[in-house]
Each structure stands twice: as structure tokens, then as C-alpha cells.
Nanobody
Framework: VQLVESGGGFVQPGGSLRLSCAASGRAFSSMVMGWYRQAPGKQRELVAV???????NYADSVKGRFTISGDSAKNTVYLQMNSLKHEDTAVYYC?????????????WGQGTQVTVSS
């Protein structure tokens, strides 16, 4: 399984970005997909998850602003980020694992940088 992120960039506070995670080797809908982020000097943080059943869950820090979704035809998972704040600046990673109960995220993308700055 390969995961390739895209869509990162530079945006002003209050702006929006949509990150994409293109999966290959396996249908994303057969895996639990997540978006993590890691800011400089901080631990990697789980931001959003979408399960095989399509349920979603979000970190409190992004609830109401970020939306995770998937397009089966494109085998791609998205993270729509609205009302971006300075503290959203981080490298964002796409990850996948077999089941929601699994403790280990088996597959990772290379990451895409998101910078929120005025």
C-alpha cells in the first residue's frame, strides 16, 4: 500500500486548504484512514479518522473546522480544512491501518507541509 499526500501550502489565517491522500495497492475503503499532523517540537497528533463504515472522528482542536472524506472512484481520502489558524501549521501525514482496534498504523505517506501565516 502506498499513500501519497498533496495539497499542502501557504495560507493566511481564516483561509482554507484541501489535502488529498491518494492510495494505491488497496482500496482505502477497506482500511481505517487517518490524518496526523506534527508541528515543530511537538508530538505527532491524530487529527481525523474515517472508518471502514464511514464514521468520522476528530481531534477537539479541529472539530467544526476540518472534514475528512473519501472518494472511492479515485481511491483518495481528503481533509478539508477551513478557518485555518496559526496553530494548524504542521506537516500533515496520511495514514492507514487494517481495523479501528489496531494500535498500529501500518502505512504512512510522506507528509505535506501546511503553513498558516499572515
Amino acid at each position: 500500500v502506498q499513500l501519497v499526500e498533496s495539497g499542502g501550502g501557504f495560507v493566511q489565517p481564516g483561509g482554507s486548504l484541501r489535502l488529498s491522500c491518494a492510495a494505491s495497492g488497496r482500496a482505502f475503503s477497506s482500511m481505517v484512514m487517518g490524518w496526523y499532523r506534527q508541528a515543530p517540537g511537538k508530538q505527532r497528533e491524530l487529527v481525523a479518522v474515517i472508518t471502514i463504515a464511514g464514521s468520522t472522528n476528530y481531534a477537539d482542536s479541529v472539530k467544526g473546522r476540518f472534514t475528512i472524506s473519501g472518494d472511492s472512484a479515485k481511491n483518495t481520502v481528503y481533509l478539508q480544512m477551513n478557518s485555518l489558524k496559526h496553530e494548524d501549521t504542521a506537516v500533515y501525514y496520511c495514514a492507514a491501518k487494517a481495523t479501528i482496534a489496531s494500535m498500529t498504523w501500518n502505512y504512512w505517506g510522506q507528509g505535506t507541509q501546511v503553513t498558516v501565516s499572515s
